[in-house]
């Protein structure tokens, strides 16, 4: 069974930093394309960063340049490191690796 379980959610002021992560159990991490997709209030949820089991990573165009994500395959654990944040980064985030959710991390950004 997978499991991925969230963690490093919390409140920020604009301008500040997170990290996210992601445990993984039940799958062969390393083999394992991950993603991160959030929602907002209201919102449709949306692909926010992937990275495969090479090492190839892509982001949505709002997020280019401010986050980062990366995997450590010894630790099954894959991380989404947020900089620069903004209000509007303000959404739940969810670990996904086909075809399993983890169950999400609060991020809120004040202005």
């Known amino acids: 069974q997978v499991r991925l379980v969230e963690s490093g959610g919390g409140l920020v002021q604009a301008g500040g930093s997170l990290r996210l992560s992601c445990a993984a159990s039940?799958?062969?991490?390393?083999?394992?394309?991950m993603d991160w997709y959030r929602q907002a209030p209201g919102k449709q949820r949306e692909l926010v960063a992937t990275?495969?089991?090479?090492?190839?990573?892509t982001y949505a165009d709002s997020v280019k340049g401010r986050f980062t994500i990366s995997r450590d395959n010894a630790k099954n654990t894959v991380y989404l490191q947020m900089n620069s944040l903004k209000p509007e980064d303000t959404a739940v985030y969810y670990c996904?690796?086909?075809?399993?959710w983890g169950q999400g991390t609060q991020v809120t950004v004040s202005s």
């Open positions: 996904r690796t086909l075809p399993s």
């Open positions: 039940g799958i062969i991490f390393s083999a394992a394309t």
């Open positions: 990275i495969t089991r090479g090492g190839s990573t």
